[in-house]
């Protein structure tokens, strides 16, 4: 027993994730794979059975856990009231009427992407293959393109779980993470091109009348961003609170506001409400939320964690910038979500910056963090949208997956773009 306790801790971490991860494969249950992952670090760690009540019960009922499960729930609930009231429809014929091509077969699955619907590529999966009229592309084709033009807002888009999340553990704001990872999304979009849609040959569809106004349908987007905006101009205490809360807020007004101009029916809200998809989105990313605790929870030596790992690399000479690559990218593989990679890698990937790290030094390390996760999670057979995508198209899950592996080399050019511009500025 005290053999397996000695086991550094980086390997008990990596072991959990790969539990996570092989659980994943042969019972095809990421919520209970996750409770076995954060259990088996827990035990593994030297947590008793009561301390791990504690440390659960502590974090399930804190403040900024509820209000964070809140606002996740309101998201997923705003994604299914769009798709309800066919809003992101109306936006795809507003673009058909002034796009074609190679622009619109990449625009309409960026689009959808804007709104975090979760498995939302089998919504613009559809959409795409309408986009090539004359069916001259292969399945292949259109597999990679929606399932790459779908992710490559998540770096930085506040609408996201995982750019929340990173907020919150990182301690810094939204403007400095959207600020630090655009550029891992315009080298992902070039990316996309030159692999994906440089060499294709669309025929233009015949132009519609431009009767759909693009301002109409980006109408919720527009009106999040703003109220958010509004509230820490007007509030900007209400921080102090809970950092979710003026997200939140700004959500709810949103729905408010279309459920008064595009009224749905009770049946249709009670069909939203109480979807198994909803249930079972919050209570994994409470469960992702409850490992991180584990992560940052003192031990019953009196240390923590990542105080014994930080010793464990520095006497094993273990560069940190490789632990800043291979624990988002594992985590990412595993999980197959934003908010899965940087739950259960960020944690540790900032205490080992130490306590109060220089503000470069911390930009760019989330920004490799970041980029590292995101590689990690496109290419994980357990991603929700891979999975559907290929569903669709009739692909072979793998295949399509190795096939936009050598693309993620962009990601992580956009990553060394950042962080050179980082080290310039300061």
């Known amino acids: 027993m005290d053999f397996l306790l000695n086991i550094p801790v980086l390997i008990k971490i990596l072991v959990s994730l790969a539990i996570i991860l092989a659980c994943d494969r042969l019972i095809h249950n990421l919520i209970i794979s996750m409770c076995i992952g954060t259990s088996l670090l827990a035990l593994w760690s030297g947590h008793s059975f009561l301390d791990i009540f504690k440390i659960t019960t502590t974090t399930v009922i804190s403040r900024d856990y509820i209000i964070l499960l809140s606002m996740i729930f309101m998201l997923i609930t705003l994604s299914a009231q769009l798709k309800e009231i066919k809003m992101m429809n109306g936006l795809v014929e507003s673009l058909r009427a002034r796009l074609s091509g190679k622009s619109l077969i990449a625009v309409v699955p960026a689009i959808i992407g804007l709104i975090p619907m979760p498995g939302g590529a089998l919504f613009s999966a559809p959409l795409v293959d309408d986009c090539d009229n004359e069916k001259s592309l292969d399945s292949y084709t259109k597999t990679k393109i929606n399932y790459w033009f779908r992710h490559i807002w998540e770096f930085w888009f506040p609408l996201y779980a995982g750019v929340i999340l990173a907020i919150k553990i990182t301690g810094l704001e939204i403007w400095q993470i959207a600020a630090i990872n655009l550029p891992l999304t315009i080298f992902m979009a070039l990316g996309g091109y030159i692999f994906l849609l ?92 409850i490992y991180a605790a584990f992560i940052e929870s003192k031990l019953p030596n009196g240390r923590y964690l990542m105080e014994i790992m930080k010793d464990e690399l520095s006497s094993a000479g273990i560069p940190t910038l490789l632990l800043t690559i291979i624990l988002p990218f594992a985590s990412g593989l595993a999980t197959g979500v934003a908010f899965g990679f940087v739950g259960t890698s960020f944690p540790i990937i900032v205490s080992l910056l130490g306590k109060d790290p220089a503000l470069a030094t ?65």
Not at 221 to 226: D, E, G, V
């Open 198 to 289: 440089r060499k294709l040959k669309i025929e233009k569809a015949e132009k519609k009348d431009k009767k759909y106004s693009i301002l109409k349908y980006l109408s919720p987007i527009i009106s999040i961003i703003f109220f958010y905006s509004l509230i820490l101009i007007l509030l900007p205490q209400i921080k102090s609170v809970s950092t979710y809360l003026p997200m939140g807020i700004s959500i709810a007004i949103t729905v408010i506001l279309i459920q008064i101009l595009k009224p749905l029916s009770a049946r249709t809200w009670l069909k939203i409400l109480f979807t198994k998809n909803i249930g079972e989105m919050i209570l994994l990313i409470a469960i992702i939320t």
């Open 362 to 426: 911390l930009l760019s390390t989330v920004v490799l963090a970041y980029a590292s996760g995101h590689v990690g999670q496109l290419l994980s057979p357990v991603h929700v949208c891979n999975i559907v995508t290929n569903k669709y198209f009739k692909t072979n899950l793998l295949k399509a997956t190795m096939e936009i592996a050598p693309i993620c080399i962009f990601i992580f050019a956009g990553a060394a773009f950042s962080i050179t511009i980082i080290n310039i500025l300061f």
